[in-house]
């Protein structure tokens, strides 16, 4: 039998009761100069909010889908991105489950949650200082205008765990579920691993797309008694049709593509690396800052101590946009919605037409290794300090100079096509 890797995803349950042992002043995300909780969002949802509150934009609302396309219009969201979650994992748990799953449309920056038959439409979106903000739009009784409400506390019992990194973020689990979407704990007690290899991926979604005879665990129902071999073999890979599990016709797309589900789990981790650097990199400076104010002298800086801890945190944030340790694959896939083919489009593209967008889908995800999201406003509003250290350690491994076992899996021709891109896409990189 075949080798499980052993590393686990907690799923994180939602119990009131810890309010009361998570006072805001415990929380990094609530001190200054964070502020969650009252700081004013400037994500792309709370731009909608406020187009919407002056009578500049509307969502409309049809009868099958609520407000859902008209959302994923103004925000800009790809069909194509839709992926199906059928575990209980959401506050709707019990609208949920594999004749009934939850899907998930995407772009760059914000994540909108639609479930058939649902009063609530679910919203997570990127704000570049705050992290990950939570929304809800109500579509039990239409209102002119929309109401898109901020949610905080209640979305942060499970969105500010340790699966996010302990700050605002977004949770992509792998959970062994039964037919009805219920938690499931296989006898031979295999743990899934979210953003592990693919064999251990995607256990509670529908995956639509083709991948050789590489395997994986979507697409599976679990009940009490049965056990999932090492070898998972019961017609759940390489589905191109999902109709068989659930009538497809109650969604935008019929797909949960396979190619749109590795480039998620990637934008996932991503943007909750981001928001951790980001508010360690500010409380410490801000830390730094109280300090030579108590003491009447204008900033010093940060200490040197500090410095190492900066420094540290720039080279985590570098292995992630390096895509240290990300998936690589035996065989290639393919998706089934055209999400392939829209994402790579997006660019930008340097002088020679080549962009970070660019999928390789055969031995790796992406053809160059360096993550799209370094475009990103919450990639440009780093502290200036922790965006030094960063550019800093990303010249020195694409210009070869950091050699380092966990760099190998860039060869000297993709960090010289790398460096190329960004000098000719990054402004702010090009004239570090």
């Known amino acids: 039998m075949k080798t499980w890797p052993s590393s686990t995803i907690v799923f994180v349950t939602l119990v009131i009761g810890m309010a009361g042992n998570r006072a805001a002043a415990q929380l990094s995300y609530e001190q200054r100069p964070i502020e969650y909780s009252k700081a004013t969002a400037t994500d792309p949802v709370s731009a909608l909010q406020q187009r919407i509150e002056r009578g500049e934009s509307t969502l409309a609302s049809d009868t099958q889908y609520g407000y859902l396309v008209s959302l994923l219009t103004e925000l800009e969201i790809p069909v194509s991105s839709q992926t199906l979650v059928f575990s209980k994992t959401s506050l709707q748990r019990h609208l949920i489950s594999s004749a009934n799953p939850r899907a998930i449309y995407f772009n760059d920056d914000t994540y909108v949650a639609w479930i058939p038959g649902a009063e609530t439409i679910e919203i997570a979106s990127t704000d570049a200082l705050l992290g990950t903000v939570f929304y809800t739009v109500d579509q039990s009784q239409p209102s002119t205008p929309v109401q898109v409400v901020r949610k905080t506390e209640r979305c942060l019992f499970c969105h500010a765990s340790s699966d996010t990194g302990r700050v605002p973020g977004l949770m992509m689990q792998s959970v062994f579920v039964n037919r009805n979407g219920d938690r499931m704990f296989p006898s031979d007690s295999i743990l899934p691993n979210a953003a592990g290899p693919i064999e251990t991926r995607w256990a509670g979604w529908f995956v639509s797309g083709r991948h050789g005879n590489q395997s994986h665990l979507g697409n599976l129902m679990i009940d009490r008694g049965n056990e999932v071999s090492g070898e998972v073999n019961h017609g759940n890979g390489n589905v191109v049709d999902l109709s068989k599990w ?168 993709e960090r010289e096509d790398v460096l190329a891109i960004l000098l000719d896409t990054k402004a702010e990189f090009s004239a570090y």
């Open 246 to 413: 659930f009538d497809v016709s109650k969604y935008l797309s019929p797909h949960s593509d396979l190619v749109a589900l590795l480039v998620l789990q990637h934008q996932v981790s991503m943007h909750n690396l981001l928001t951790e650097s980001n508010h360690r990199a500010r409380i410490m400076i801000h830390r730094s800052e109280q300090r030579s104010q108590k003491r009447g002298q204008e900033s010093l800086g940060l200490s040197a101590e500090d410095e190492i801890i900066l420094d540290q945190i720039a080279e985590r944030l570098v292995d992630g946009v390096l895509m240290v340790g990300e998936v690589e694959l035996s065989e290639p896939v393919s998706g089934t919605s055209g999400f392939a083919e829209a994402f790579s489009e997006r660019g930008p593209h340097d002088r020679s037409g080549r962009s970070l967008r660019e999928l390789n889908l055969q031995q790796t995800v992406f053809r160059y290794r360096c993550s799209y999201l370094i475009y990103s406003e919450s990639f440009d509003a780093l502290p200036q300090p922790l965006l030094d250290a960063v550019y800093r350690r990303l010249r020195e491994v694409l210009q070869g100079k950091d050699t380092r076992e966990k760099y190998a899996h860039l060869s000297t021709r």
